[in-house]
């Protein structure tokens, strides 16, 4: 089976744009929206638990539509998850800090740890939330630090 040269170009062509429009940075999205998490966390010693990091992201275009943050750490078989609040975006890089509680959670100590940090556009139908979309995340391992 012979295959023409128009045709052959027309393939190679065609898979050099597929991978030009699918292809992106790690831990960025088609809307130049980003997270970003410190190498470290802290673990105070009214049993609660730090994170930070920036971000950036452009304003939602439908209305009903936020963007919140959400962040967790992972120890070993234990995984706590907590909120860092609703992002201003604006398209300016800003600072986001995160507390959790580990009352209920005392396996988290000082050390290593992995982080995960996510920016999700929720768009809500009354006040439920209609759909959950991560729109930027990054995982890393991180240091926890006791103050």
């Known amino acids: 089976m ?3 040269g128009s045709r052959l ?5 065609s898979a050099l744009a597929a ?10 999205t088609s809307f130049d929206q980003g997270i970003s998490v410190q190498p470290y966390g802290h673990i105070s010693e ?5 994170l930070s990091g920036t971000y950036h992201c452009e304003a939602p275009s439908l ?3 936020s963007l919140q943050i959400a962040a967790a750490v992972v120890q070993g078989n234990t995984r706590l998850a907590f909120g860092g609040g609703e ?5 300016a890089e800003h600072e986001w800090h995160a507390t959790g509680t580990l009352r209920f959670t005392p396996d988290v100590h000082p050390g290593e740890a992995l982080a995960e940090v996510r920016l999700n556009e929720i768009t809500l139908s009354g006040l439920m939330p209609k759909s959950i979309d991560t729109v ?12």
């Open 2 to 4: 012979r295959i023409h």
């Open 9 to 13: 170009a027309l393939a190679a062509l």
């Open 19 to 28: 991978t030009a429009v699918f292809t992106t940075q790690a831990g960025a």
């Open 46 to 50: 009214g049993d609660t638990i730090t």
């Open 63 to 65: 209305v009903g539509t």
């Open 87 to 91: 992002a201003q975006c604006d398209g």
């Open 136 to 147: 930027a995340e990054e995982t890393r391992e991180i240091r926890l630090i006791a103050r």
